[in-house]
């Protein structure tokens, strides 16, 4: 399940994210879509970056039977941006925030990695055939 917090004023379905949550796993998570002063000062807090950006993920620390495995929190501004740049919709964009993030809690890091996240990426995209968007543009 995905306990979903909207904080924004946009109506927004998300069964098509809970079908890849449930791909992915079993796990609950947390959802938070806020707008850009919202995630500027959870990236300031929690990784000292002073600057709004298109998705965080805090996965929880302890793997327990029954817990979430944590909690994504995407940017409607970024979203309606990139949308809009890369010529697609709102919900693709949002999906595409949201696997990255969802891969994220799974321990993927394209940071250290050596192209694992984007490969399960990239696999996503094609399997819900998504733009290969962020596939251009992370590459």
Known sequence: MIDFDNQTKIDIDISS?????????????????????????????????DKATDVLSFPLEYDMPNMPLGSIVISVDFVEDKAKEYNHSFLDEL???????????????????????????EELIKKYNLPNSLIVRNS
């Open 17 to 49: 994210l809970e079908i890849i949550k449930n791909e992915l796993s079993p796990k609950d998570i947390e959802l938070i879509l806020v707008y850009n002063d919202e995630i500027q000062t959870l990236n300031k807090e929690h990784r000292n970056i």
């Open 95 to 121: 999906t595409l925030l949201f696997i990255h993030g969802m891969l994220h809690l799974l321990s993927y890091d394209h940071e250290v990695d050596n192209g694992e996240h984007r490969k399960k990426e």
